[in-house]
């Protein structure tokens, strides 16, 4: 039986409970590899599902937020005035997954890279 004075039992459990919780964080899943981080873990944002366009990825046009033409307006200026638009759909033709789907295997390919996973669809 281990006697703990109250102070000491109160710097003992606070200890255990860092210890536990910092035992989580760059755990490892079966098999020793390590365990699948999650779109919304570290810095607080969800990226699957941020309306604010403060992600990584634009859900809404299925691209990162950084070559998101559809959403910052400088950067469509940029590519329209090197002639990368499609006057049809209102964005660059690099980004225009309706007249060429295939325009968004690169994006796909960038999402499932970082988080393991299909991107949702995108809703424009």
């Given amino acids: 039986m281990i006697l703990v004075m109250p102070k000491q039992g109160a710097m003992f459990g606070c200890l255990l ?4 919780l910092a035992g989580g964080c760059g755990s490892q899943g079966s098999g020793g590899a390590p365990a699948q981080v999650s779109a919304s873990s570290h810095d607080g944002q969800d990226h699957e599902s941020d309306p604010t366009h403060n992600g990584w990825w634009c859900v809404e046009h299925g691209v990162p937020e950084k070559q998101c033409a559809m959403c910052d307006s400088k950067l469509a200026t940029q590519l329209r005035e090197k002639g990368d638009w499609c ?11 309706q007249c060429d789907p295939t325009r968004a295997d690169k994006f796909v390919a960038l999402y499932e890279a970082k988080y393991g996973k299909m991107p949702p669809q995108p809703t424009d």
Avoid: G, W
């Avoid at 409970?17 to 536990?20: F, K, N, W």
């Avoid at 006057?87 to 997954?97: G, I, T």
């Fill in 87 to 97: 006057q049809e759909h209102a964005r660059p033709e690099s980004l225009c997954f």
């Fill in 17 to 20: 409970s860092i210890a536990v």
